[in-house]
């Protein structure tokens, strides 16, 4: 897996998605339809399968996103300074 992974966002909302954004592996979607309960996917695709999808609400997106950064600064920390074990 490589170390940063760099998402290309769309350049303007369509009918059906206000926001995407896609990397090699992964994308991100932001649904335009107000009547879905789940606005947000996150999902990843491979060797042309969808291989996981996250479908959840913007609380959720935002939950997920606050533990995905404190993962990486955990990892970060503990790259620099490694803790003896």
Do not use: C
């Amino acid at each position: 897996m490589p170390d940063s992974i760099t998402f290309k966002r769309a350049t303007a909302p369509d009918s059906v998605y206000l926001s995407r954004a896609r990397s090699k592996d992964w994308q991100v979607d932001v649904r335009a339809l107000g009547d879905k309960a789940r606005p947000i996917v996150l999902q990843r695709d491979f060797d042309g399968m969808n291989y996981i999808t996250l479908d959840m609400s913007a609380a959720q997106a935002r939950a997920l996103a606050a533990e995905l950064l404190h993962a990486a600064d955990v990892a970060l920390k503990e790259q620099a300074s490694p803790a003896k074990r």
